[in-house]
């Protein structure tokens, strides 16, 4: 922020913005935490196949790749709500401090 367009961020403002960056923690932790499973899962199921010789097995690893690709697509849609949020807190935006993102 500038200098001279700079306000003074009052005692609930800053405590909003600490649930609000804990919240964008959280949500990059959970994503992170999702992507390890999905490559776990997903190596699993590809070294099952490699192993039986079973090439039925490999259209099913897609199933658990495409519901992560949907988690990946949530989560960082929601972590982008929750950073607009913070800015629009941090700007001190009069009707911010009312809601989530959503």
Do not use: C
Not at 12 to 41: C, M, P
Not at 82 to 99: K, P, T
């Amino acid at each position: 922020m500038k200098a001279s367009s700079a306000r003074e961020l009052d005692t609930v403002a800053i405590k909003h913005l600490d649930y609000l960056q804990a919240v964008i923690n959280r949500l990059s932790h959970e994503l992170f935490t999702y992507k390890g499973w999905a490559v776990t899962l997903i190596t699993l199921l590809f070294a099952v196949a490699a192993a039986s010789g079973k090439g039925q097995i490999v259209p099913i690893a897609m199933v658990p790749a495409l519901i992560f690709w949907g988690l990946d697509a949530y989560y960082l849609r929601q972590q982008r709500l929750y950073r607009a949020l913070y800015d629009a807190v941090r700007d001190g935006s009069a009707d911010a401090l009312e809601g989530g993102p959503l």
